[in-house]
């Protein structure tokens, strides 16, 4: 939270409550423990989880001293302004698990940060079945990086706040070029259900793949027509 003569602002949970912010402003919402769900992406997800503890606890002593002597190099500015910089263990775990979901080996060592390729989602059309999604982007996916392609499934026109919803559908490694078409992975995570006048959000996370740093998101959205 932020203090000053009175509360105002804050982030995170408070007893049973959480409080947050959406594009209407700041909110108390009362704390609800999700269900212990069991998909595939799910398991995955948990997976990833446990290879890097236990990845983490087989480093030795003088690695997981570089990892915690490195944590300053990617020090971050939160919703605050304030400067944060992860644990070792923090910062082992988080290019690690980008690693692994664009596909890459877990690193070992503390890499030295590296720019990381721009790739900007501009737009996309989706036929109602989903039966076509061409993504419009640039440039070119660039050597060395790596893009995870995020998406939601079909949901009213009126929904705008998605953060939650999205979902990792595919991977798209160097030089794909624009108009990548991602029928099929949405397909598979999402059915083809879409119809017309439903709303539908994409989104780019491009990645290092030497580091497993992210680069900045961009995003999209298209009305099934």
Do not use: C
């Not at 408070?14 to 609800?32: C, D, E, F, M, P």
């Not at 990617?74 to 290019?95: E, K, V």
């Not at 076509?132 to 790596?146: H, N």
């Not at 994409?202 to 961009?218: D, H």
């Amino acid at each position: 939270m932020k203090f000053g003569a009175l509360i105002v602002d804050g982030r995170g949970k408070i007893g049973g409550h959480v409080a947050s912010k959406n594009r209407a402003g700041a909110y108390l919402r009362t704390k609800v423990t999700p269900v212990n769900g069991q998909s595939v992406a799910q398991q995955r997800v948990r997976a990833f989880f446990t290879l890097l503890a236990q990845a983490w606890s087989a480093l030795s002593v003088a690695n997981r001293a570089a990892w915690n002597a490195s944590v300053a190099d990617y020090a971050r500015t939160d919703i605050f302004g304030d400067l944060h910089q992860p644990t070792g263990f923090n910062l082992h775990q988080r290019l690690n698990n980008n690693l692994l979901s664009i596909g890459e080996a877990v690193i070992t060592t503390p890499p030295l940060p590296e720019a990381v390729g721009a790739v900007v989602l501009a737009s996309f059309t989706i036929s109602p079945g989903a039966a076509a999604i061409p993504l419009t982007f640039a440039p070119t996916v660039p050597a060395g990086t790596s893009v995870k392609v995020f998406a939601t499934a079909p949901m009213s026109p009126g929904k705008s706040f998605v953060k939650s919803e999205y979902r990792q559908i595919a991977v798209l490694a160097p030089a794909v070029l624009t108009g990548a078409d991602q029928t099929v992975p949405y397909i598979a995570r999402f059915g083809n259900g879409a119809a017309a006048g439903q709303k539908v959000f994409f989104k780019f996370l491009p990645i290092n793949m030497s580091t497993g740093q992210a680069g900045a998101v961009s995003s999209a959205e298209a009305i099934v027509a």
